[in-house]
């Protein structure tokens, strides 16, 4: 029986669900002016933004990025078991068409774990080469917006954590953990869908 249908729930709004869409709005007017600051610093300093862009490793974090990118579908892989009630698999390891919402959010967090480990290793680099959050203004708004999406992602990570928690603590999978994949879902969505303008705006666009 799908998750929405057990204990007596029917498909109507979910407050939680309305209310984490809410918060997301806030969060993308944050990260809005973050976009703003960017653009109005770099038309004043064309040349400074020149200097450190030849500095980022394009294709790493390309890389990077397509790992994001596809921990998204993963994501929504392990929502939609969520839904048909499905929390573990129930074949071998590698039959990925019967694993459940623990195998999805697991590989989910593993490759969201490892953009962050990118993210670190891109910044340790670029440390090396001289630019930090002092060094310039290129330095405190690149730091800027990238740590706050990094911190972004481990919030989600840390969400993963609480998810697959309750599935192991609890005896029966119920409503309620369905819809808290599901806004963690969204969640992960949305800074996926952040990072993709970030990286257009700071990677791409020299």
Known sequence: MP?????????RPSMVSVGTIVWLASELMFFAALF??????RAVSPELWAQNTAKLNVPFSTVNTTILVLSSVTCQLGVFKAEDGIVGRTGKLFQFKLWGLREWFVLTYLMGATFVAGQAFEYAKLVHEGVTIPSSAYGTVFYLATGFHGLHVTGGLVAFIFVLGRTFAARKFTHE????????????????????GLFATVYLIK
């Open 36 to 41: 703003a600051g960017y653009f109005t610093i």
């Open 177 to 196: 953990q369905a819809v808290t994949a599901i806004v963690v879902s969204y969640y992960w969505h949305f800074v996926d869908v952040v990072w993709i």
């Open 3 to 11: 998750a929405s249908r057990l204990h007596g729930h029917h498909d």
